[in-house]
């Protein structure tokens, strides 16, 4: 790619800027895992210590025989699977329809879809509560699972719409003369067609539904209770225990964190899509 | 078998009708060209016989049964279209092989269709690569390779060539006509350019704004277009129309003559006129004139013409070959 910038200065302090934000972001990261690391002590001492502290993994020992990490750790990848998978069946057939059949209102419905998430979650806290109540869906993984997959419904239909828009219409249209079905015209055409576009979405979602916090706390108590959950637990009334709060969050997040490090490429790739060419 | 016949087939977007009603009757074996200028329906035309596009009202007939109302994939038909519309993500071999599999057919019948057609076609060599791995013209092969497999009732082609070098255009287009000779299927043609239609066509169907102007042989419609838009549509250079006093003189509105068929003189004629640019092609030569009270006009003459500019020059028409329209535009028969 050709540099904008036409000075080495330039250039220079591009990279330097860019830096800076970077490790502005990364800091909390970094500074929860380290403290992860701290005694309760440590952790709260002033002046706040840097590396120069006595390493120790009691936190982490200490919260594994305390509470059963892997019971939460499922109950985060059934969630975020599970919603992630439902909602690329629904999103796959919506943004096809869209994409390759518009009508006159295709783009009022978008952004009608997208409208539903500027509204504050809380706002229809209650309702849902109670229809889950009488439902018997309180701290039910399905529940939940449904709940996520709405959510972020709008967010998987506008970028496999964008994906979408970007396939010719002319090579489904062979497909349908060479005798394809609906369903094998998606499966076996436009779906491979749209992989990169589909693992980024996917990706982002399970990311989004990992990390949900107000619905998967507020919905449940112990059986479908996710890593978010977990991480709530520590913080308690009696005193905050920041090590083992930070080792909780560390075990939370790592698993996600793993998968997005080694899928970033794709994940950029999807978000700027269509925005670069 | 491939004989399809259309009956009163209409279509509408919204309020607007583009194809306001089409009867027309295709023979088995038939290579049949739908031209006119874009915009004309050609295209929209022969998707509703694909089945791409729904009918508004109207009978697709094709081998006697109707068929407008039936998914593309039960029609029996073939596409080769614009883009090619190759699968990308496929090699050549399972681009070709992708109808058959779709039909069910076994893994020996394919891998036989499939080499056979690549052989047909040139393309043995290349079956493993992708499509973007390809040159424009074998991308085409590919393509018509895709139709031939299914060995379809007819072939559908949509302005195939338009994507080509002008050079590749008249190989692929000597090529489609050598395949058409060699399956003896019907095929339907689509395209804005008059020369392919002359050049390949058994039988032109000339279509404005979604109508049927003429139907016939490519001969008989340069030697009697039924109209002026048709006369001016097939030829190249455009059919000369001479309005006023001249034409009034011949009982019509309008006299249409052909650039080849004006006798050029230096020293006489019917028509007086100046050369304003002269097109020396070699094999022949091209004069932009204006012709006195009657304005511009355009000359084929055989061979090298020594005339440039401000050259003055008289016509004289070809009785026999001049063509006569009536104030609706309609041919008056001689």
């Known amino acids: 790619m050709e540099s904008k910038f036409k000075t080495p200065f330039g250039q220079f302090a591009y990279t330097v800027f860019a830096w800076i934000i970077g490790l502005a972001i990364f800091f909390p990261i970094l500074w929860m895992v380290l403290t992860s690391f701290k005694s309760e002590l440590d952790a709260v001492n002033m002046p706040p210590l840097f590396l120069d502290f006595n390493w120790t993994l009691e936190n982490y020992t200490g919260i594994l025989e305390q509470s059963n990490y892997f019971k939460f750790a499922m109950n985060s990848v059934i969630l975020s699977f599970g919603s992630t998978f439902i909602g690329l069946i629904f999103a796959v057939t919506c943004a096809w329809a869209m994409a390759f059949n518009p009508t006159k209102r295709t783009k009022d419905t978008l952004l009608w879809m997208l409208s539903t998430k500027m509204m504050p979650p809380v706002g229809v806290l209650v309702p849902i509560y109670l229809v889950f109540r009488d439902w018997g869906l309180l701290d039910n993984r399905f529940g939940l699972i449904m709940v996520l997959f709405l959510m972020n419904l709008p967010i998987m239909v506008w970028m496999l719409y964008t994906y979408f828009k970007e396939i010719p219409k002319d090579i489904l249209e062979a497909a349908r003369m060479d005798g394809a079905t609906l369903p094998k015209e998606i499966i076996f055409v436009l779906l491979p067609m749209a992989i990169p576009g589909i693992a980024s979405t996917m990706l982002l979602n399970v990311i989004l539904a990992w990390n949900e916090a107000f619905w998967t706390l507020n919905l449940t108590t112990s059986d479908a209770a996710p890593l978010t959950a977990f991480i709530a637990s520590y913080s308690s009334p009696e005193g905050l225990f920041w090590a083992k709060l930070s080792a909780a969050s560390t075990l939370a997040v790592a698993p996600i964190l793993i998968v997005g490090w080694f899928s970033q490429k794709q994940l950029v790739r999807g978000l700027t899509f269509g925005a670069v060419k | 078998?491939?004989?399809?016949?259309?009956?009163?087939?209409?279509?509408?977007?919204?309020?607007?009708?583009?194809?306001?009603?089409?009867?027309?009757?295709?023979?088995?074996?038939?290579?049949?060209?739908?031209?006119?200028?874009?915009?004309?329906?050609?295209?929209?035309?022969?998707?509703?016989?694909?089945?791409?596009?729904?009918?508004?009202?109207?009978?697709?007939?094709?081998?006697?049964?109707?068929?407008?109302?039936?998914?593309?994939?039960?029609?029996?038909?073939?596409?080769?279209?614009?883009?090619?519309?190759?699968?990308?993500?496929?090699?050549?071999?399972?681009?070709?092989?992708?109808?058959?599999?779709?039909?069910?057919?076994?893994?020996?019948?394919?891998?036989?269709?499939?080499?056979?057609?690549?052989?047909?076609?040139?393309?043995?060599?290349?079956?493993?690569?992708?499509?973007?791995?390809?040159?424009?013209?074998?991308?085409?092969?590919?393509?018509?390779?895709?139709?031939?497999?299914?060995?379809?009732?007819?072939?559908?082609f949509d302005e195939p060539l338009s994507n080509l070098d002008a050079a590749l255009r008249v190989n692929m287009r000597l090529e489609i006509t050598g395949l058409h000779q060699e399956l003896k299927t019907t095929m339907i043609y689509v395209t804005h350019d008059q020369v392919e239609a002359m050049t390949m066509a058994d039988k032109i169907v000339v279509l404005q704004a979604g109508r049927v102007e003429q139907v016939g042989k490519p001969m008989d419609l340069y030697a009697k277009p039924a109209n002026k838009f048709v006369a001016g549509f097939i030829g190249s250079p455009k059919m000369n129309f001479i309005e006023g006093d001249y034409a009034r003189a011949r009982d019509c509105a309008c006299v249409g003559v052909r650039p080849e068929h004006l006798l050029l003189s230096t020293e006489q004629g019917d028509i007086a006129a100046t050369v304003k640019i002269a097109e020396h092609l070699g094999a022949e030569t091209y004069l932009h004139v204006n012709a006195d009270n009657i304005g511009p006009m355009t000359v084929r003459a055989t061979g090298e013409v020594p005339l440039s500019g401000n050259d003055r020059i008289w016509l004289t028409p070809d009785p026999e070959r001049i063509h006569r329209f009536d104030k609706n535009d309609k041919a008056i028969s001689n």
């Not at chain 2, 200028?37 to 009978?59: F, H, M, N, Q």
């Not at chain 2, 068929?67 to 496929?90: C, D, I, W």
Request: aromatic share 6%; glycine share 10%; hydrophobic share 45%.
């Open chain 2, 1 to 156: 078998m491939g004989a399809i016949r259309l009956e009163n087939v209409k279509k509408t977007f919204g309020n607007i009708d583009v194809i306001p009603g089409v009867n027309l009757e295709i023979n088995d074996g038939e290579f049949v060209v739908f031209v006119g200028p874009s915009g004309c329906g050609k295209s929209t035309l022969l998707r509703l016989i694909a089945g791409l596009e729904d009918v508004t009202d109207g009978k697709i007939m094709i081998n006697g049964v109707d068929m407008a109302n039936e998914s593309p994939a039960k029609r029996g038909l073939s596409m080769v279209f614009q883009s090619y519309a190759l699968y990308p993500h496929m090699t050549v071999y399972n681009n070709i092989a992708f109808g058959l599999k779709m039909a069910g057919e076994t893994k020996a019948v394919i891998d036989e269709k499939v080499r056979n057609a690549a052989k047909i076609l040139n393309l043995t060599d290349y079956l493993e690569r992708r499509p973007g791995a390809l040159s424009g013209g074998q991308r085409q092969r590919v393509a018509i390779g895709r139709a031939i497999v299914r060995n379809p009732a007819a072939f559908l």
